[in-house]
């Protein structure tokens, strides 16, 4: 992973109005902020599926959706594994049709969806080439919960040393021999998810083939933390 350069704010607490007598002004406190950032490739891949199906029976519309679903469902569960490749039942609705004029109901609307995601990245996209009674509906990339804490820990690790040492340059730029934490906050982003690349777009859109795998370009992601807080310095 790549540490990217940091920065650093810092400035003398003073009163914002005249201070009370018995309330003498601060000395020697210091508003200090450092950061680190790591750049790492991301490691996972969630892929949802979906179907619609219209008729004049709620029922018929119900029993395509079942059928659409379980035989995605049992395609899927062949390559499942813990962590690597995982699945899900999502959104499974049906809703009545009106007619223009009258706004009686003539017919009715159901969709129903899919969920697979993992670390398997290579897996999950010859799976989807596999599941032919659903489409492509979303496509996202992003951390697993392992490598995201991993990241976290190790940019706050930097985040702190930063912190630390800019803390005691400080004291010393200032005439102090050292220097106190009064408070301290740690702060980490959480990366948004991966945006649809084109190529997976055009593979959505396409009706599925039983050889077509999805092309999968993970990317990467930037994790980072912030530390800021008040130190006091001291002789």
Do not use: H
């Not at 009706?207 to 006091?232: F, M, N």
């Amino acid at each position: 992973m790549r540490f990217a350069p940091w920065a650093l704010a810092v400035a003398a607490v003073f009163p914002a109005g005249p201070a009370r007598a018995d309330t003498p002004p601060p000395s020697g406190v210091v508003n200090l902020g450092a950061s680190a950032s790591a750049d790492v490739t991301k490691d996972q891949l969630t892929v949802t599926f979906s179907t619609t199906k219209e008729s004049t029976d709620a029922a018929v519309v119900q029993s395509q959706l079942k059928q659409a679903i379980d035989a995605a469902l049992a395609e899927a569960k062949k390559v499942a594994r813990p962590g690597q490749l995982e699945v899900q039942t999502g959104n499974f609705s049906l809703y009545p049709r009106y007619a223009p004029k009258g706004g009686t109901i003539n017919g009715w609307q159901g969709t129903a969806e899919l969920t697979v995601e993992g670390r398997d990245m290579p897996a999950i996209g010859q799976l989807t080439g596999r599941i032919t009674t659903l489409t492509i509906a979303r496509v996202g990339t992003g951390l697993s919960r392992e490598l995201r804490e991993k990241t976290e820990a190790d940019a706050s690790t930097e985040a702190i040393a930063r912190f630390r040492a800019k803390a005691a340059d400080y004291a010393k730029a200032f005439g102090y021999t050292g220097y106190t934490v009064r408070e301290v906050s740690v702060n980490a982003n959480e990366p948004p998810p991966g945006i649809v690349r084109p190529m997976m777009m055009a593979k959505a859109a396409a009706a599925p083939t039983s050889d077509d795998a999805l092309p999968v370009e993970a990317g990467k992601s930037t994790v980072t933390v912030t530390v800021s807080g008040t130190i006091q310095l001291t002789r």
